[in-house]
C-alpha cells in the first residue's frame, strides 16, 4: 500500500513539472512619441506571435494608462483604458504589435503588455 502511494506521489509531481515546462511567454512593446504626423511623431511596436491562443498576465507602461493592441490583419484593435483592465484578456493565436496611448501632458510614452500561453 505504501508503494502505490509513493508511486502516486511520483506520478503527480511529473505531471505538474511537465505542465509548468510547457507554459511560455510573449512579450509585446510599443512606443508613441507626441510630435507633427509626417515630421518627427513617432508610432512604433515589435510585431510578436502567439501560435497558440493566451491570456493577458502582466500590462506596465510609463507616462500612460491605456493602450491597444493591433492585429498584423488590422481587423479589430483592441483598446484597454487602463492596465488593469487588460489582465485577464484572452487572445486568439496570431500576431500582433502594442501602442500605448498619449496622455495630454508628457513628450514621449510607452507601453508593454505580456501574453503568456501554453504550447498544445
Given at each position: 500500500m505504501r508503494r502505490i502511494?509513493?508511486?502516486?506521489v511520483v506520478m503527480l509531481l511529473?505531471?505538474?513539472?511537465?505542465?509548468?515546462c510547457l507554459?511560455?511567454?510573449v512579450t509585446g512593446a510599443g512606443r508613441?512619441?507626441?510630435?507633427?504626423?509626417?515630421?518627427?511623431?513617432?508610432?512604433?511596436g515589435?510585431?510578436?506571435?502567439?501560435?497558440?491562443?493566451?491570456?493577458?498576465?502582466s500590462a506596465t507602461g510609463e507616462g500612460t494608462d491605456?493602450?491597444?493592441i493591433e492585429p498584423q490583419n488590422r481587423s479589430q484593435i483592441i483598446m484597454f483604458n487602463t492596465f488593469k483592465q487588460?489582465?485577464?484578456?484572452s487572445l486568439p493565436a496570431g500576431n500582433y504589435r502594442v501602442?500605448?496611448?498619449?496622455?495630454?501632458?508628457p513628450k514621449a510614452d510607452t507601453s508593454w503588455v505580456t501574453v503568456t500561453f501554453t504550447y498544445p
Open positions: 502511494y509513493i508511486l502516486l511529473i505531471i505538474s513539472v511537465s505542465s509548468v507554459a511560455a511567454t508613441q512619441v507626441r510630435g507633427y504626423p509626417g515630421h518627427n511623431a513617432e508610432l512604433s515589435a510585431v510578436f506571435n502567439l501560435p497558440v491562443s493566451g491570456n493577458i498576465t491605456g493602450f491597444w487588460a489582465i485577464g484578456y501602442l500605448p496611448g498619449l496622455r495630454d501632458n
